[in-house]
């Protein structure tokens, strides 16, 4: 995250504590560092919750949860080595083990 002031809020602060969420703030004059989950948002928005109408909460939940596992499991990212995010940590696991 960059240090916008939603983001040092002592309540935005107080309440990823609470869900367990480290903070990992983006480099100070480098914006690119925030780039990724930017981008990340963004195609959340465009393939899971744009141009849909929701009934309720639940379905909310249920189409960003569907696009997540779609997204781990089988979107292949150029800046992971053509891999997916899966398949990236499970790689990185491979190799801090050995």
């Given amino acids: 995250m960059d240090h916008g002031t939603q983001y040092t809020a002592?309540?935005?602060?107080?309440?990823?504590?609470?869900?367990?969420?480290?903070?990992s703030l983006a480099f100070v004059a480098e914006p690119q560092t925030n780039g990724v989950t930017e981008r990340f948002n963004r195609?959340?928005?465009?393939?899971?919750?744009?141009?849909?109408?929701?009934?309720?909460?639940?379905?909310?939940r249920q189409a960003v949860t569907e696009f997540r596992n779609r997204y781990n499991r089988h979107w292949r990212l150029e800046k992971l080595g053509f891999m997916s995010p899966l398949e990236a940590r499970q790689a990185y696991a491979l190799q801090k083990a050995a």
């Fill in 43 to 60: 195609t959340l928005k465009e393939q899971a919750i744009h141009a849909r109408l929701f009934c309720n909460l639940k379905e909310v």
């Fill in 10 to 23: 002592d309540d935005f602060l107080k309440q990823i504590a609470f869900w367990a969420i480290d903070q």
